[in-house]
């Protein structure tokens, strides 16, 4: 079987200015990620919003099964005939994974159709995240919940279509929830909003965490199996 | 218009033995619910476990347009006939609102096809119930988020289908979620789950609890207008 | 009750050129909505493409609880600002009802993130509709299915995301399905999408429809109730 | 990587004694559907009615990931038992593919809430099966349609939850239409109903009939990777 080829996208700005930020994740974000996805044996390569055409070439989306995207302080710079071409890609199948800050980026509120707002407070407090769709693919290995013990906060109302499936609810200390992990279909493509993942926190490094994206990358992939037609079946209907 | 007909189930026994509920609800809960429906202008009935038939006969079914279900210790003691026939009667189109504990009602099973499993903490912890679809009805009037002061905790994983619209999730201070109003279409009726109410607190008094249970109410009321058929048009369509 | 407000919005550039058009709603195809919608009390009016700012200043959408759509041949005129306004009104509670052709308006395709690609072809064949939710609102006074004698055809696959509820799915004459009516929440806001329409026909005039686009716009409307709070609760909970 | 072990379960009773069904399916139901799952890899062992216990022990529904129900003239010769015992399973994280005239299984009525009613006629007419989710696994391969020469109709209205995902949709020559792939999650496990499979039609030598089974067999079957915990992470997190 042909390993599912991702593409992890990263705006790689905060890398480049917070001191905190590059401590943690020394080689950016996209490199946490891409180790994670790596460990379960994905192809993957990353891309970053300062390469020319964001690294997003239309070859590089061509070859990529799964796009996960993080971005926060730069949504505004991503082009947007960029955006209308991974627009596009997903439409026509490929699977896009929004992480975190992701949520007010063009291509998921362009993918989404609504605001993408949400609260927020950023103290690093705890985040319990609970399996509330245990069938779901992308809950396997997960259990009842997980925690993250320092985490921003996100909380209702989250700006966003009732989710196709909804796998994660998030707990806050400080008394709030949040629709964590979301599927919807879109066309022939797959879209997964996964909350966690602030750049000053080692969420990427978080072994559920980890575990959820492997997952999600596995259900975002387009499932691409010769088309069946009736003249390749195995033997002819009309003998009965 | 005609106003909307409700009945008020409840299994009335721990008001029977339980000194703290009688003092809570000493007309019992279901006097406190009805009476919060019939400010709203509804017509409402009563009915209890120890009613023959429960108050469940086929007349009174006829003549109720949304039945709401509160039970707890006794559920095993509904009989099966009875339950049977308030199922037919949803399949049939009436509503049913199905509150706390009877999650595990042999109804509310029977209806959703799933365990009603829950974890639960009985320690009377604050419960801040947010809205997650303020596009819905049954969210009018209730703004973000209001609280419980002190209520039972109900946790996830939830035995429940996939609402068809999830409204409600509740905030514990214990560290628990609960996906807390929820809908389903069931053939030609309407199901709505509403978390709080346990009995030992004056829940069914708190003023956004019951203004969930009215706009409840009025989502799941069948809409019974006339049957528009080709022959009772207002002008003839072949004239073009 | 105050009636619901809506403003019925028509391309209006057909019934200038096509006589065919000219003949079937001789003041247009909103005035043929309009008029249906008036029969049943709403308080309708109306605004076309051709007027200042398409007739949708932020005055007339401030007043307005649902707009209908109608647009086919010049989805490129409407202008991106005016689109920007309705998408922002409909996520702050603004019901939004598109119609047939509108399924290529900058208005859904910007509200679903989806391509709304699908089939057609225009021969005047049979349609007949199907009620798939029978307990949904939208449903009420429609029956098992209704038929519209000549229509053009849509046919699946239908570039939407799944809707939240399906309350209709077309059968065409030349071996074609299509999700015909479709609800959606964005936000605050509910959109529903509704098939039938095609200008050269009468269908606007038929019952059925009238009675799917009343039934949809009481769906739509924002429910305003006042916001409930602890203080204005009727008794004091703390007595208890 | 362990293959998935499916039960196909069949009546078994029209073979007994219809000359017809015998001609088309000289094994049994149960192997035709059986061989097309065994060509793509899955370990499958079948089991029938008339079996101790229907075949369907303990043991036996512990090593099954999926299991398919065919089941018509005898739906009540199934004892209650084995039906708790399946639910139990389901809930528990079994797959369950309900086939056809299943739709009246005591195993799917109790899984779904409803009535399972629809409409039929038995001609032998024409299906041409829609594909209404292309993003969805169950989809893959299959293209936006194919038919089905000879089938029993099924019409709506189908008296069943609001699918979680809505695959397929069947057109049927005499004026039907009917939701045919649907998907839904119960507790920790999923159920698909898939329309196709009169007795007396070669329906289960269908190509795109397999391959929709087998698709539905992978989407359907348990992921049991093994339970991440924080214990088990590559790198300590406080490292950071």
Redesign the interface.
């Known amino acids: 079987m042909t390993p599912i080829r991702v593409t992890v996208w990263n705006e790689g700005r905060h890398e480049l200015t917070n001191s905190r930020v590059k401590?943690?994740y020394p080689k950016g974000i996209h490199e946490a990620i891409a180790e994670g996805l790596r460990?379960v044996g994905y192809e993957v390569r990353t891309a970053t919003l300062d390469m020319p055409e964001h690294g997003l070439t239309e070859q590089v989306l061509a070859e990529t099964d799964v796009l996960t995207w993080w971005g926060h302080m730069a949504h505004d710079d991503v082009s947007d005939e960029v955006v209308e071409r991974v627009h596009k890609r997903v439409?026509d199948?490929m699977g896009l994974i929004v992480l975190h800050s992701g949520h007010f980026s063009k291509i998921f509120k362009?993918?989404?159709?609504?605001?993408g707002?949400l609260k927020w407070r950023e103290i690093g407090e705890k985040e319990?995240i609970?399996?509330?769709?245990?069938?779901?693919?992308i809950a396997?290995?997960?259990?009842?919940?997980?925690?993250i013990?320092h985490e921003e906060m996100y909380?209702?109302?989250?700006?966003i279509?009732?989710p196709?499936?909804?796998v994660f609810?998030?707990?806050?200390a400080g008394?709030?929830?949040f629709?964590s992990g979301c599927c919807?279909?879109?066309?022939?493509?797959?879209v997964f909003y996964f909350r966690p993942g602030h750049e000053t926190f080692?969420t990427y490094?978080?072994?559920?965490v980890r575990?959820v994206l492997a997952?999600a990358v596995r259900w975002a992939a387009?499932?691409?199996?010769?088309?069946?037609?009736?003249e390749?079946?195995?033997?002819p209907?009309e003998k009965?």
Request: charged content about 25%.
């Open positions: 401590t943690v460990e439409l199948g362009r993918s989404m159709g609504t605001s707002n319990r609970w399996t509330v769709n245990a069938a779901h693919s396997d290995g997960i259990g009842d919940y997980f925690e013990e909380g209702e109302p989250f700006g279509p009732e196709d499936s909804l609810v998030s707990w806050f008394g709030e929830v629709r919807w279909y879109r066309d022939k493509g797959k080692p490094y978080h072994p559920q575990r997952n387009p499932t691409n199996g010769p088309q069946v037609t009736i390749n079946r195995a033997e209907l009965i």
